[in-house]
């Protein structure tokens, strides 16, 4: 009877134990996504959850409390390289929470966020972390000064050295955005960076030509901020890389988008924009939340200028893809991707192959087809600074022709860009 009842007993605590269990969210695990001026971890869970987020100091540690879960998986060591993390760990909380430390090099600022599920990942903990800017470090700019000094100058002081033209690259998706994924299984992300890499070493190899890489690594980029980034590097022209999906696979070819300031030129434009400008949402951002960069009246000075400028740039680019296989349009494509709203760069977004198309995700995983993409973009980039050089650099000075009524792009003096690189 004793034997009996200890038996009993003890099937009663088990069960409790696992109707408690039973009711936390299960945490799968985590990664930890290194960007030059961030990191950023994420945690998988099984279900949506509740969190709180502190900072500790004597050591510097960031403190995430989530309620009722517990860790099923592990945890991921963080990259010695890191300047922000140097390691994680947990434990548990009051019973029946779950506690994640992450040790830190530095004091750190950070922000979480949540994400729905998507067609890679369930549901998401979403924590960046950046360093915190020291006392008296941050430079205030005054309502009245540019924020950016002036790009295109009509007139080159005497004894300066003619500059490089630039060229923003950029790679897209990243980090915790896959982009497109082909029927093999192939990232576009990376895809896209491979290309990128290989367009900027042709870029440096050119005289008078210098590329700046928006994204030189797995790490995920704001929209937005991939524009801050090219117009803080001064950028003469905005490259935008992809390789993305259609819902029909049998859809294949290279395509050139520029900005539209309303309805896209086809269906597929349209889709295509709606589906990259999704991308903010996993850098948390609330896609309603944010003010159009082309709705204030003061870029208007030089935003029909910079549309002139990209849609003659694409046009150079997308004659040399012609002459490298099929595209997908034969004239260039509008839409509104939020990723070519600068309004002093002319941009493009070249979507260079479609990976939803078996044939063309094959094309793209081999360097010989990522050469070849490379070196015809490289072509349509010179072509476009050889008819259109900017003022004071070594294009203009070799007496390459200038563009007809055009010219060069106005000055970015002419507006006060500090108002616009807040959004």
């Known amino acids: 009877m004793a034997t009996a009842l200890k038996v009993l007993l003890a099937a009663l605590v088990l069960g409790a134990a696992h109707t408690a269990n ?7 695990g985590a990664r930890i996504w290194n960007a030059p001026d961030h990191t950023r971890i994420v945690l998988d869970t099984a279900a949506p959850i509740r969190h709180r987020i502190f900072s500790l100091e004597n050591p510097h540690r960031l403190v995430v409390d989530i309620s009722d879960a517990r860790l099923a998986g592990q945890l991921p060591t963080a990259d010695g390289d890191d300047a922000l993390v140097a390691g994680m760990r947990s434990g548990v909380r009051e019973g029946d929470d779950l506690r994640v430390v992450l040790d830190l090099k530095q004091p750190v600022k950070a922000k979480s966020f949540a994400l729905e599920p998507n067609a890679t990942y369930g549901h998401r903990l979403v924590i960046d972390v950046s360093a915190r800017a020291h006392p008296g470090g941050a430079k205030v700019v005054s309502r009245n000064e540019p924020s950016v000094a002036p790009r295109h100058l009509s007139v080159q002081p ?9 060229v923003a690259v950029d790679a897209g998706h990243g980090g915790e ?6 029927p093999a299984g192939t990232y576009e992300k990376n895809v896209t960076l491979a290309i990128s890499r290989k367009l900027a070493e042709r870029i440096n190899r050119r005289q008078g030509m210098r590329a700046v890489m928006i994204r030189d690594g797995d790490y995920y980029i704001a929209l937005r901020q991939r524009i801050a980034k090219a117009r803080k590097h001064q950028a003469d022209l905005f490259v935008s890389i992809h390789a993305d999906a259609f819902k029909d696979r049998r859809v294949r070819g290279s395509s050139v988008y520029t900005l539209s300031n309303g309805g896209a030129t086809s269906e597929a434009a349209k889709w295509l924009a709606e589906r990259e400008n999704r991308a903010d949402l996993i850098g948390g951002v609330s896609l309603a939340e944010q003010n159009d960069v082309l709705a204030s009246v003061l870029l208007d000075m030089t935003q029909n200028a910079t549309l002139e400028h990209s849609s003659i740039a694409a046009e150079r680019v997308l004659s040399k893809l012609r002459a490298l296989g099929d595209v997908h349009q034969t004239r260039i494509q509008k839409a509104g991707f939020a990723v070519l709203k600068s309004p002093d760069i002319p941009s493009m977004l070249v979507e260079t192959a479609f990976i939803s198309n078996p044939d063309e995700e094959k094309r793209l995983r081999t360097g010989s087809y990522q050469n070849k993409l490379a070196d015809y973009l490289l072509e349509g980039i010179v072509d476009y600074f050889e008819d259109y050089p900017p003022p004071g650099t070594r294009f203009a000075r070799d007496g390459a022709p200038v563009g007809d009524e055009l010219g060069a792009l106005p000055s970015s003096d002419a507006v006060n860009f500090a108002e616009v690189a807040r959004h």
């Open 22 to 28: 039973a009711g936390q969210v299960s945490v799968h």
């Open 158 to 166: 005497k004894g300066v050295r003619h500059r490089d033209v630039i």
């Open 177 to 182: 955005d896959p982009g497109a994924i082909g």
